[in-house]
């Protein structure tokens, strides 16, 4: 079975500029999950997608964060304009549902963002 | 809420035994544990249920304590393979009851010597 799959796996830019993140989740998993992780801490849940619906963005600082699921399979996450605190891994992870106590998330490698 | 894991880093010689701990101050129904590796995706390790279910992997086990809301993680005989970094991850409904999801605590470092 193929794992969750992102590109690309290393990204460098300039504040201010722009960048977007691509993520093809497992077959037949609902849900997909973004994740902010930077060094030294643990992932922090930025958007949680059921299907092509998002199910929570709280996380999700809005006036700089993006993200979409079209069709309900691959998603893509953009920073619009990226400042040097966004420099972290940014993790998709996914899982079949997201109801099930039992459900497990599985992640993919991760892109590792510098901002500069 | 973050949960609390400890100790933040341990360094153990091979063969030796290690305990890391997940603490919450809400409720638990379920505790996610994961490795990680420098530089790779963290990677499931198993899933402690409420009701003090005690949960295998290789030679890691884990415990989940509903009372002290608190979780365990037991690595018995290490290996230099368990290097990593493990995360615990407490599981909650959000608000609108739609999904469940997952806070993941800060992490511990764990090292491997030969």
């Known amino acids: 079975e193929a794992g969750v799959a992102q590109s690309p796996r290393y990204k460098i830019i300039e504040k201010r500029q722009s960048v977007a993140f691509w993520c093809n989740p497992i077959s037949g998993h609902a849900t997909l999950y973004w994740y902010q992780q930077i060094l030294g801490q643990g992932p922090k849940l930025l958007i949680q997608?059921?299907?092509?619906?998002?199910?929570?963005d709280s996380q999700l600082p809005k006036d700089r964060f993006s993200a979409e699921r079209l069709k309900g399979v691959d998603s893509t996450l953009k920073i619009q304009p990226a400042k040097l605190e966004d420099s972290a891994v940014y993790l998709c992870a996914s899982s079949l549902e997201s109801l099930r106590v039992r459900d497990t998330q599985y992640f993919g490698p991760g892109t590792r963002l510098t901002v500069l | 809420q973050q949960p609390v894991q400890s100790p933040q880093a341990v360094i153990l010689r091979e063969g030796e035994d290690a305990v890391i701990n997940c603490s919450s101050s809400k409720a638990l129904y379920s505790v996610h544990w994961y490795r990680q590796k420098h530089g790779e995706a963290p990677v499931f390790l198993m899933i402690?249920?409420?009701?003090?279910e005690q949960k295998g992997h290789e030679k890691i086990s884990a415990s989940f304590n509903e009372k002290k809301q608190q979780s365990s993680l037991y690595l018995t005989a290490s290996q230099l393979s368990y290097s990593g970094t493990y995360f615990c991850?407490?599981?909650?409904?959000?608000?609108?009851?739609?999904?469940?999801?997952?806070?993941f605590g800060s992490g511990t470092q764990l090292t491997v010597l030969p």
């Open positions: 402690l249920l409420k009701g003090g």
């Open positions: 991850g407490t599981d909650r409904m959000i608000s609108s009851g739609s999904a469940r999801q997952l806070t």
């Open positions: 997608f059921q299907n092509n619906g998002v199910v929570d």
